[in-house]
């Protein structure tokens, strides 16, 4: 048995819980950039702002219906959602983080009524951090998927589903006739992992509801379409398929790519974008205890700008595998310097680290160095953990390479994020202060 936990409208629930002032208001925030919208309150979607709708589309709604848009705060984001997750976690034995605002519980082993261990959980969350969420109970990862979706409609369209089901739905719980006429009501496309080109696929061929879906023939599925599908046809049919995976593995790449706010056509600033971006994969990539033999430097020029056009890549290769920030750093300018082409206005850059293995595999080497240089070969794993500490203690970037250049509004590559609230966790100076 699991459980889905899922925070309702995260972001922008997170933003409400330091500004009270935004509950009843339609609230978006809005990506990197300020480009488009990336999470709404239920009143921005009543608006018929859709999901990744550009901001300079909807701008209007600002005067016109009171929108309020404000800037995306992953700091304050992740803070919120650790908080989150610490208490969702006292549902079960065994937790998975799906995503920032999702995790799966199970619930194996866990006796007595469902429903209310995990309408006390939501109590609990709410009242611990302010943050409003939905939790769906079903044998299967895809089937409380659904039933956290319908906890969701049922909870913000009252009638479109029996009332009691918002909040905490336990699909196991329903006598078959119910549950049959509650997956006929429901849209096929709402299932997980049923994107809208198979969901167009599907009815096209008379699959329009999720009970239609369940009762199709796995290996018709897999013939008809892919494994993945197979696998969910037999979730929704109360087959487990999809393990609770607690534990993930280390990635295979780390990337770090952002957007500029405003156009890069210097050398200078593009080294500072991506050393910095080395410097965050590299701390990613020690959190993961693993080290990286090659780089992957990129940048381009805006297709929806006029002017002239330009991609390029290289793959800087490294002698030995690394974790170092500073090896990382360097090798990601030296791959910006070898490909950097004068003329063109960049809007994005980005450093991939690939081809990764674990730190505890160690290969031996002949000595070819020039017995003139200075060994390369300096240990700097305990300077890296130093300043893994201080960061996280700190804040990221409070230690940093030297060539990132210095922090601050000189920087011409940082993103633009003019609505950005402050961090209300995790800066001392940016902590409310409540007054008597």
Same mark, same amino acid.
């Given at each position: 048995?699991?459980?889905?936990?899922?925070?309702?409208?995260?972001?922008?629930? !997170?933003?409400?819980?330091?500004?009270?002032?935004?509950?009843?208001?339609?609230?978006?925030?809005?990506?990197?950039? +300020?480009?488009?919208?990336?999470?709404?309150?239920?009143?921005?979607?009543?608006?018929?702002?859709?999901?990744?709708?550009?901001? $300079?589309?909807?701008?209007?709604?600002?005067?016109?219906? #009171?929108?309020?848009?404000?800037?995306?705060?992953?700091?304050?984001?992740?803070?919120?959602? =650790?908080?989150?997750?610490?208490?969702?976690?006292?549902? *079960?034995?065994?937790?998975?983080?799906?995503? &920032?605002?999702?995790?799966?519980?199970?619930?194996?082993?866990?006796?007595? =009524?469902?429903?209310?261990?995990?309408?006390?959980?939501?109590?609990?969350?709410?009242? @611990?951090?302010?943050?409003?969420?939905? &939790?769906? &109970?079903?044998?299967?990862?895809?089937?409380?998927?659904?039933?956290?979706?319908?906890?969701?409609?049922?909870?913000?369209?009252?009638?479109?589903?029996?009332?009691? $089901?918002?909040?905490?739905?336990?699909?196991?719980?329903?006598?078959?006739?119910?549950?049959?006429?509650?997956?006929?009501?429901?849209?096929?496309?709402?299932?997980?992992?049923?994107?809208?080109?198979?969901?167009?696929?599907?009815?096209? #061929?008379?699959?329009?509801?999720?009970?239609?879906?369940?009762?199709? /023939?796995?290996?018709?599925?897999?013939?008809?379409?892919? %494994?993945?599908?197979?696998?969910?046809?037999?979730?929704?049919?109360?087959?487990?398929?999809? /393990?609770? +995976? =607690?534990?993930?593995?280390?990635?295979?790449?780390?990337?770090?790519?952002?957007? $500029?706010?405003?156009? %890069?056509?210097?050398?200078?600033?593009?080294?500072?974008?991506?050393?910095?971006?080395?410097?965050?994969?590299?701390?990613?990539?020690?959190?993961?205890?693993?080290?990286?033999?090659?780089?992957?430097?990129?940048?381009?020029?805006?297709?929806?700008?006029?002017?002239?056009?330009?991609?390029?890549?290289?793959?800087?290769?490294?002698?030995?595998?690394?974790?170092?920030?500073?090896?990382?750093?360097?090798?990601?300018?030296? #791959?910006?310097?070898?490909?950097?082409?004068?003329?063109?206005?960049? &809007?994005?850059?980005?450093?991939?680290?690939? +081809?990764?293995?674990?730190?505890?595999?160690?290969?031996?080497?002949?000595?070819? !160095?020039?017995?003139?240089?200075?060994?390369?070969?300096? /240990?700097?794993?305990?300077?890296?953990?130093?300043? =893994?500490?201080?960061?996280?203690?700190? *804040?990221?970037?409070?230690?940093?390479?030297?060539?990132?250049?210095?922090?601050?509004?000189?920087?011409? @590559?940082?993103?633009?994020?003019?609505?950005?609230?402050?961090?209300?966790?995790? !800066?001392?100076?940016?902590?409310?202060?409540?007054?008597?």
């Amino acid at each position: 048995m699991y459980a889905l936990v899922d925070g309702n409208n995260f972001y922008v629930s !997170c933003e409400r819980v330091f500004r009270p002032s935004l509950n009843g208001r339609p609230v978006v925030v809005l990506s990197n950039n +300020d480009g488009c919208a990336i999470a709404r309150s239920n009143e921005a979607k009543d608006l018929g702002i859709k999901m990744a709708a550009p901001w $300079f589309q909807i701008r209007h709604l600002e005067e016109s219906a #009171g929108l309020v848009a404000l800037s995306a705060n992953f700091v304050l984001y992740g803070d919120m959602s =650790d908080r989150m997750m610490t208490l969702a976690a006292g549902l *079960g034995p065994t937790q998975e983080i799906y995503s &920032i605002d999702e995790s799966f519980v199970g619930l194996h082993g866990v006796r007595g =009524d469902l429903v209310a261990r995990g309408r006390k959980v939501r109590a609990r969350i709410l009242q @611990w951090t302010g943050l409003p969420t939905c &939790i769906g &109970i079903a044998p299967t990862k895809t089937l409380a998927k659904l039933a956290n979706h319908i906890s969701k409609i049922a909870e913000r369209k009252p009638g479109s589903y029996p009332a009691e $089901f918002a909040q905490v739905f336990n699909m196991s719980a329903l006598p078959a006739q119910d549950l049959d006429d509650v997956l006929q009501a429901t849209d096929v496309g709402d299932v997980w992992g049923v994107g809208p080109r198979i969901s167009k696929q599907l009815k096209e #061929g008379g699959i329009c509801t999720v009970l239609e879906l369940t009762r199709m /023939d796995p290996a018709t599925a897999r013939r008809g379409w892919s %494994v993945t599908l197979e696998k969910t046809v037999r979730e929704l049919q109360g087959l487990p398929c999809i /393990d609770l +995976d =607690d534990a993930p593995g280390p990635k295979q790449q780390i990337a770090c790519t952002r957007s $500029f706010g405003k156009p %890069v056509h210097q050398l200078g600033p593009l080294i500072e974008a991506v050393s910095e971006f080395a410097a965050r994969a590299a701390e990613k990539l020690r959190k993961q205890n693993s080290l990286a033999t090659e780089l992957l430097v990129f940048m381009h020029t805006s297709p929806y700008r006029p002017g002239p056009q330009c991609s390029r890549s290289v793959v800087v290769p490294l002698r030995r595998p690394t974790d170092d920030t500073l090896a990382l750093a360097k090798a990601a300018a030296d #791959g910006m310097r070898f490909m950097y082409v004068a003329g063109y206005q960049f &809007i994005k850059a980005g450093v991939i680290l690939v +081809d990764l293995q674990s730190a505890s595999v160690q290969q031996q080497e002949l000595d070819l !160095c020039d017995p003139n240089e200075e060994p390369a070969t300096r /240990d700097r794993s305990r300077l890296m953990a130093a300043v =893994d500490v201080i960061n996280t203690r700190f *804040g990221k970037g409070t230690v940093h390479a030297g060539s990132t250049g210095k922090p601050g509004v000189n920087r011409v @590559w940082t993103m633009k994020q003019e609505r950005r609230t402050p961090a209300y966790t995790t !800066c001392l100076a940016d902590v409310p202060v409540a007054r008597a």
